[in-house]
């Protein structure tokens, strides 16, 4: 089972952007997809966007045309590149591997 751990989460100020990482303890390449979740606190867990083998995307509603997941499968690595952030971004960011176990999560936080 492949384990992650998130990094570069923070505090930004609205219209800012910011790129949080996820690398795999294991081999990515024959991952079917890695996706990137995010929770706010008293809500459900919901799909930001996801990638799968071939670097197909899906993105959910409210993030598209603004994040970006992207995946290195030399590195293990996944990304999600985000901007013109907004205060409703703010929150808890998982990343999984189809299959996989999720990660602490990063805190997010878009405030002025």
């Known amino acids: 089972q492949v384990q992650v751990v998130e990094s570069g989460g923070g505090l930004v100020q609205p219209g800012s952007s910011l790129r949080l990482s996820c690398v795999a303890s294991g081999s990515i390449n024959s991952v079917a997809s890695m996706a990137w979740y995010r929770q706010e606190p008293g809500r459900q867990r919901e799909m930001v966007a996801l990638?799968?083998?071939?670097?197909?995307?899906n993105y959910a509603a409210s993030v598209t045309g603004r994040f970006t997941i992207a995946r290195d499968n030399a590195k293990n690595m996944v990304y999600l590149h985000m901007r013109d952030l907004e205060p409703g971004d703010t929150a808890f960011y998982y990343c999984?591997?189809?299959?996989?176990?999720w990660g602490a999560g990063p805190q997010v936080t878009v405030s002025s």
């Open positions: 999984i591997s189809e299959g996989g176990s």
């Open positions: 990638i799968t083998q071939t670097g197909g995307t």
